[in-house]
C-alpha cells in the first residue's frame, strides 16, 4: 500500500500596510483619534459612549472614581475613554466638611 503525499498549503497572503501620500510621513498621515466625528454606526456608537460618560460624571460631580464604578468600568479605563472622547469632565464638587453647617447659620439681631 502506498501512501501519496500531499502538497503543503500556501501561506495566506500578509495585508500590506496602508498607502501614505507622497510627503507625509507615516505618523502624521495615521491620526491616533479622527478629527471630526465618524460617520455610521460607529459615530452613533462613539457618541453614546462620550454623552453616557458625560452624563454619569455629571452625576457623580465630577468624581471618576464614582463615574467608574457607576459604569462598571476600570477608573484607568474610564480615564482612556475621557481622553480618547474628549469629554469634559465638570469641577469635583467637594462634600461639606465635618462639623461645616448645610445651611447658613440664623443671623442675630
Do not use: C, W
Not at 500500500?1 to 507625509?24: D, F, I, Q, Y
Not at 491620526?31 to 455610521?40: C, D, E, F, I, K
Amino acid at each position: 500500500m502506498t501512501t501519496a503525499l500531499m502538497p503543503a498549503p500556501e501561506p495566506a497572503p500578509r495585508p500590506s500596510p496602508p498607502r501614505v501620500p507622497k510627503g507625509l510621513s507615516g505618523s502624521a498621515a495615521l491620526p491616533s483619534a479622527p478629527a471630526r466625528p465618524l460617520p455610521g454606526f460607529h459615530g452613533a456608537v462613539s457618541d453614546f459612549k462620550r454623552r453616557l460618560i458625560e452624563a454619569t460624571l455629571t452625576q457623580s460631580g465630577g468624581n471618576r472614581t464614582r463615574a467608574a464604578r457607576a459604569l462598571g468600568l476600570q477608573r484607568t479605563y474610564l480615564l482612556r475613554l475621557i481622553r480618547e472622547f474628549e469629554v469634559r469632565v465638570p469641577p469635583a464638587t467637594l462634600p461639606p466638611r465635618r462639623g461645616e453647617a448645610l445651611t447658613p447659620p440664623p443671623q442675630t439681631r
